[in-house]
């Protein structure tokens, strides 16, 4: 009777190799297949993330590139994720949807303006102030997308004033892509109201 249990536990053991070498080794990668629901892959977060982008792209999305960078819902996907290891999923899918735009912006030239961002933030803890590029981020998504040049400040003060304008104008129920035009014809009444005082 002992002698039976124990042959049944080595069938069994080998019947688990078996079965471990098949999940590791299968075409259809099943334990990845597994951790990418896990990790939020599939989530309800991307998807959202997703629709919130095709609405305001449907063309991009139709043809598949922008400005010669791909934009399939993969590579739209894909970029949401590795904002989410910056942000946080919670914050990445909030200034996300209010500024699909991001998406277009390879990951990689996202996560350089972060970085850049984090490094103004050490400039600001420096000088006291209580301002963090997560906060600042939260304020104005577009921050995500800024060249190099617009992020060498010595810490975060300049783009949190800038960032609170934005809020404000966003609290009239302007969106982001009206801001420039706002801003544009702000500059031409203000130019002409210096020259009449002249």
Not at 90 to 116: C, D, G, M, N, Q
Not at 120 to 137: I, K, N, P
Request: glycine residues 8%.
């Amino acid at each position: 009777m002992r002698r039976s249990g124990r042959r049944a536990s080595i069938i069994a053991f080998l019947a688990a190799i078996c079965c471990l070498k098949f999940w590791f080794s299968s075409g259809s990668n099943l334990l990845g297949g597994f951790i990418g629901v896990v990790d939020g892959a599939g989530s309800a977060n991307a998807e959202r993330v997703y629709s919130a982008w095709l609405e305001t792209y449907p063309k991009a999305a139709e043809k598949g590139t922008f400005f010669g960078q791909p934009c399939d819902k993969s590579t739209i996907i894909d970029r949401f994720q590795s904002l989410s290891q910056n942000l946080g999923e919670e914050v990445a899918t909030e200034v996300t949807e209010y500024e699909p735009k991001i998406l277009l912006f390879r990951k990689e030239y996202v996560s350089k303006a972060w970085s850049l961002l984090k490094k103004m933030e050490q400039g600001s803890r420096e000088a006291g102030q209580d301002l963090t590029a997560l906060s600042v981020v939260k304020k104005n998504p577009s921050l995500l997308t800024c060249e190099a040049y617009g992020l060498s400040a010595p810490d975060l003060k300049m783009v949190d004033n800038d960032a609170n304008i934005v809020v404000g104008l966003r609290s009239l129920g302007l969106k982001a892509d009206q801001f420039p035009t706002l801003l544009t014809v702000g500059v031409i009444i203000a130019l002409a109201a210096i020259k009449q005082l002249r």
